[in-house]
């Protein structure tokens, strides 16, 4: 019974390169958050996704950063032309349902290094 | 705004001690809050969940968190810490349609 999958765990790159994490939710999960953690920060939501549809972006920056959930394969969040300050973990979580009723699952994050 | 709180963004104990983390939120309506756990290197691990009937809430490993209506707060307890709850604590509260979490409190017990 796969938890939440997130890959890669580690992902570097430079500066003005493009940076893909993808998301797996658990089986039957349908709705996926997307957070990101730096140290002394907590975590950040940043979207919130059901299949096909952006329900939630209001934690995304307006430049460069955008997601995906579609109807067949992962979630996929996406930096273009990264700088430094991307740098951060990422986590991404599934519930089968609205929040409201069931609490998230956690993958276990992927830590973007941007050099 | 919405938000949730934490006062505390690094305690120390020694095993045995006592443990109470605070968690406040801002939000009119009506709000599900979780405790979550964060152990190094590790993922979140949800350790308990309010979501109406009896404000004292038991979760896992021993912990517990009462919520407060009339104080905003949900704060999470144990009696006696052990070595093993080293790990970082967040709050977090379903406020409209997403979970905003707090900043995080580490917590380091001394063996």
């Known amino acids: 019974n796969a938890g939440v999958m997130q890959n890669p765990r580690h992902l570097v790159r430079r500066r003005g390169q493009e940076a893909r994490l993808r998301c797996s939710p658990m089986?039957?999960?349908?709705?996926v958050y997307w957070y990101r953690q730096l140290p002394e920060e907590g975590l950040k939501f940043m979207v919130y996704?059901?299949?096909?549809?952006?329900?939630?972006e209001s934690g995304m920056p307006k430049e460069r950063f955008s997601a995906e959930f579609p109807k067949e394969g992962p979630s996929i969040l996406r930096i273009q032309q990264v700088v430094r300050g991307d740098s951060a973990a990422y986590f991404c979580?599934?519930?089968?349902?609205?929040?409201?009723?069931?609490?998230?699952?956690f993958g276990n994050g992927t830590r973007l290094t941007v050099t | 705004a919405q938000s949730v709180s934490q006062h505390n963004h690094h305690v120390i104990l020694s095993e045995a001690a006592s443990l109470e983390l605070g968690c406040n939120y801002s939000?009119?309506?009506?709000?599900?809050l979780f405790w979550y756990v964060q152990y190094p290197g590790q993922h979140l691990q949800l350790l308990l969940k309010?979501?109406?009937?009896?404000?004292l809430v038991k979760g896992i490993k021993g912990f517990e968190a009462e919520f407060i209506k009339s104080k905003f707060s949900f704060n999470l307890r144990k009696p006696s810490v052990q070595w093993s709850d080293t790990a970082e604590y967040f709050c977090?509260?379903?406020?409209?349609?997403?979970?905003?979490f707090g900043k995080g409190t580490r917590l380091h017990i001394l063996p």
């Open positions: 089986k039957g999960h349908s709705h």
């Open positions: 979580a599934s519930s089968p349902n609205s929040v409201y009723n069931s609490p998230l699952h």
């Open positions: 977090a509260g379903f406020l409209d349609d997403k979970i905003i």
């Open positions: 309010y979501f109406s009937g009896d404000p």
């Open positions: 996704l059901q299949k096909e549809n952006i329900i939630d």
């Open positions: 939000y009119g309506g009506t709000v599900n």
